[in-house]
T-cell receptor, first 112, second 110 residues
Framework: NAGVTQTPKFQVLKTGQSMTLQCAQD?????MSWYRQDPGMGLRLIHY???????DQGEVPNGYNVSRSTTEDFPLRLLSAAPSQTSVYFC???????????FGQGTRLTVV | DAKTTQPPSMDCAEGRAANLPCNHS???????VYWYRQIHSQGPQYIIH???NNETNEMASLIITEDRKSSTLILPHATLRDTAVYYC???????????FGTGTLLAVQP
């Protein structure tokens, strides 16, 4: 198992550009989430999914879209990048309630 | 969703036990307590979790009070590599959301 794979690892965007951060897991986990972490801060939940076809907003959803067409993939879309979205983004997956979450290694995004 | 409160920082001498406290006074009966840590800017690493009973694994022990309003993570023999930010998290069962707080920066001193 590769676990949770995030691509790309690094990305620089210009203000107003759009892009998709990819997250894939090969563990057949039902639950997947996206977080952002700003310097010196804890992780904040952006969006999450409890299964294919089901997504919901987290703490800081504005400016981001998600979809969950398959169990394996949970892409995060930035619609129009802003400097305030400069952050490290983490994806996580959980098999079922009461089990541990697995995190990807993060995508470091800079918006200039 | 339940909230957690942790001290912002703690020190521990290498080789000694590190005891990290967490308050979760609004926890509900079906909510789990999880502990994760983050070293530098890596992805969070799972340590341990529990519902009602105390738990132990190869990394740590988790002590949950009888009323479940607080818990303590114990690293029995801290090493320099245990220096990290430790997060105590309470999840809501149906959605399995993990809402991170600000965590405790544990500094293990030689």
């Amino acid at each position: 198992n590769a676990g949770v794979t995030q691509t790309p690892k690094f990305q620089v965007l210009k203000t107003g550009q759009s892009m998709t951060l990819q997250c894939a897991q090969d563990m057949n986990h039902e639950y997947m989430s996206w977080y952002r972490q700003d310097p010196g801060m804890g992780l904040r939940l952006i969006h999450y999914s409890v299964g294919a076809g089901i997504t919901d907003q987290g703490e800081v959803p504005n400016g981001y879209n998600v979809s969950r067409s398959t169990t394996e993939d949970f892409p995060l879309r930035l619609l129009s990048a802003a400097p305030s979205q400069t952050s490290v983004y983490f994806c996580a997956s959980i098999h079922r309630v009461g089990t541990e979450a697995f995190f990807g290694q993060g995508t470091r995004l800079t918006v200039v | 969703d339940a909230k957690t409160t942790q001290p912002p920082s703690m020190d521990c001498a290498e080789g000694r036990a590190a005891n990290l406290p967490c308050n979760h006074s609004t926890i509900s009966g079906n909510e789990y307590v999880y502990w994760y840590r983050q070293i530098h800017s890596q992805g969070p690493q799972y340590i341990i979790h529990g519902l009602k009973n105390n738990e132990t694994n190869e990394m740590a022990s988790l002590i949950i009070t009888e009323d479940r309003k607080s818990s303590t993570l114990i690293l029995p023999h801290a090493t320099l590599r245990d220096t990290a930010v430790y997060y105590c998290i309470v999840t809501f069962g149906a959605t399995n959301k993990l809402i991170f707080g600000t965590g405790t920066l544990l500094a293990v001193q030689p």
